[in-house]
C-alpha cells in the first residue's frame, strides 16, 4: 500500500505535501510508529492522538492522518524539509475503517467472522488453534473486536497469511453491521445470544436482530455456524435452514456436529464427535461448544481429524480469560477478570462448582444490563446456590443481588460477603485462602477486578 492507494479509498478534506510514499505498516499508537509506517490520530476518552503527530513524526512515521488539524508555516515547511505528509479528514476512525475495507479487498484467502454474548474470544481462540495446524493463520489480538481493533487486524495482515480469524464484538444495533462489512466473511459464527448488553438493546430478540447483522457482509456462498442449543438461535435456524448454508454444533439439541459421551474433569474435558475423540485441556462445558465450533470450522477447509484434535488439545486462551493459575499448596486461582456478562459468569460459576476443594466465588457487577440488572444478577445469586460453591464475595453495587438471592434460596449467610471495593476483597481472601482452595474472579472489566488476581497471586 502507498499513499496514492491510500488517497484513492478514504475520504479526505485536503491533502499536505503530497508525496508517493511506500506504507507498510498503519498504527495508532505513536510507540509502534517506524519508517514507511502511516500513524492514524484517533481522538481517545484520555488523549486526543490527533496533538501526537509530530510525536508521530520523530519515530519515524511518513505520512499521519488526522481529523483536527489545521496547518501553519511552520509545519509545511517541516513537512518538505522531512519528507512527510499529512492527510486531513473528517472523521479519522471512518478513514481507519475505509483502509482495512481496502485492505480485505486485496486479501484473496477466507476470513473467519465470531460474534456472539459470551465466548467470542475463547472460540476465536480454539478455531485459530486447529487452523493454525495446517494454515498460516492470522487473528484477532486479546479481545481487540470492535470498531478500531477490527480494522487494525486487517490492517495488520501479512502476504503468507492463508485465513484470518476476526472476533466482532458490539454494545448497540448496527455495530456488527459495520464491522461485517469490512471483513466481509466467508465464515460467520454466532456462539449463542444471551444478555449481554441488553441495557443498550432492551431484549434477547434485538440481541439476536445484532448478532445476525453478521449476515449482512458474509460471502453470498459463506457458511454460517450456529449453535443449536441456544433456544432463539434454534428457533431462527428452523425458520431459515432452507435458506443459508448453516452447520448445527450443540450438546442437547440433535445438530451436525454433536458433542456426546461428556467427560468434565478440573483442568480438562473429553468429548466424541461424530465417533471421534476429542479432548479440551480446560474445564467447562462452554469449552465443549468451543471445540465443536473449532471441529465444524475445520471441516470446511478440510483440515484432517489428527490435526484437529491436535489443535483443541494445545489451544490457549487470551490473557484474563478463565487463566488457570496455580499457586503452592495446590491453590487455584480461575482469572476471568476481563470482562462478564450472565452467560459467561453463569458458566464460570457452573465449572468452579465442579471442581474438587473449597470454592471461593469472587464476582463483581456485571455491567451494560439497564432494568434487567437487579433479575440477572439474582439469577447468578441462584447458580451459586445451587453449584457446589463454599464462600461467595462480591464487590459492586448490583453485585449485592448475588447475595441476596443466595441467601434467599439457602445459601449460608455466615459465607456470603459482599464489598463496596476491591481491596475489602483482598483483605478478606488474604485470611480466608488456604491450602486446595479454587478461587474464580470475574467481573465486568470496569470493575478492575485484574488487581485483585495480582494481589493474590
Not at 127 to 147: C, D, P
Request: proline share 1%; with cysteine; charged share 25%.
Amino acid at each position: 500500500m502507498n499513499s496514492i492507494d491510500i488517497l484513492k479509498n478514504i475520504k479526505y478534506e485536503k491533502v499536505y505535501n503530497e508525496l508517493n510514499l511506500n506504507i507498510n505498516k498503519i498504527v495508532i499508537d505513536t510507540r509502534k510508529c517506524r519508517e514507511n509506517s502511516c500513524y492514524i490520530g484517533i481522538k481517545g476518552e484520555k488523549q486526543d492522538g490527533n496533538k501526537l503527530y509530530l510525536e508521530a513524526f520523530e519515530k519515524d512515521a511518513d505520512l499521519v492522518i488526522l481529523d483536527n488539524y489545521e496547518i501553519n508555516e511552520i509545519d509545511e515547511k517541516y513537512l518538505i524539509d522531512n519528507n512527510k505528509m499529512i492527510i486531513k479528514v473528517q472523521d479519522s476512525i471512518s478513514a481507519l475503517g475505509e483502509l482495512a475495507k481496502y485492505k480485505r479487498s486485496l486479501f484473496k484467502n477466507p476470513v473467519v467472522a465470531i460474534t456472539g454474548s459470551a465466548g467470542k474470544t475463547s472460540t476465536k481462540d480454539m478455531v485459530y488453534s486447529v487452523l493454525k495446524e495446517k494454515m498460516h493463520a492470522h487473528k484477532t489480538i486479546g479481545n481487540q473486536n470492535n470498531h478500531i481493533g477490527l480494522p487494525l487486524t486487517i490492517l495488520d495482515l501479512k502476504p503468507e497469511n492463508e485465513v484470518l480469524v476476526l472476533e466482532m464484538g458490539m454494545n448497540h444495533l448496527k455495530e456488527i453491521s459495520y464491522l461485517t462489512n469490512i471483513a466481509k466473511p466467508d465464515v460467520a459464527i454466532i456462539t449463542n445470544v444471551g444478555t449481554a448488553h441488553i441495557g443498550n438493546l432492551g431484549s434477547r430478540e434485538n440481541i439476536l436482530k445484532a448478532k445476525l447483522e453478521i449476515l449482512e457482509g458474509l460471502n453470498k456462498n459463506g457458511t454460517i455456524i450456529i449453535n443449536n442449543d441456544n433456544d432463539l438461535l434454534h428457533e431462527w435456524y428452523l425458520k431459515n435452514k432452507g435458506l443459508h448454508k448453516i452447520i448445527t454444533i450443540g450438546i442437547n439439541n440433535e445438530s451436525d456436529f454433536l458433542a456426546k459421551d461428556i467427560i468434565l474433569e478440573d483442568n480438562k474435558g473429553k468429548f466424541t464427535c461424530n465417533n471421534l475423540n476429542y479432548e479440551v485441556p480446560v474445564g467447562g462445558e462452554h469449552f465443549i461448544y468451543n471445540a465443536l465450533v473449532a471441529i465444524a470450522t475445520a471441516t470446511i477447509f478440510d483440515i484432517n481429524y489428527d490435526s484437529v484434535k491436535k489443535g483443541i488439545k494445545n489451544f490457549e486462551l487470551s490473557s484474563n480469560r478463565m487463566s488457570i493459575i496455580k499457586k503452592e499448596k495446590d491453590i487455584t486461582i480461575i482469572d476471568d477478570s476481563y470482562n462478564a456478562n450472565y452467560d459467561s459468569m453463569k458458566y464460570a460459576v457452573k465449572y468452579l462448582g465442579s471442581l474438587n476443594g473449597r470454592n471461593i466465588a469472587v464476582l463483581g457487577t456485571m455491567k451494560e444490563l439497564g432494568n434487567y440488572s437487579k433479575e440477572l444478577h439474582k439469577k447468578i445469586g441462584l447458580t451459586v446456590k445451587n453449584e457446589d460453591i463454599d464462600i461467595l464475595i462480591t464487590v459492586g453495587d448490583d453485585a449485592y443481588y448475588i447475595n441476596e438471592s443466595a441467601e434467599e434460596n439457602g445459601f449460608i449467610k455466615s459465607n456470603s460477603y459482599h464489598f463496596n471495593n476491591n481491596q475489602e476483597a483482598i483483605d478478606l481472601l488474604n485470611k480466608l485462602i488456604k491450602s486446595k482452595d479454587n478461587i474464580l474472579i470475574k467481573a465486568s472489566n470496569s470493575l478492575n477486578f485484574k488487581e485483585i488476581v495480582d494481589a493474590i497471586k
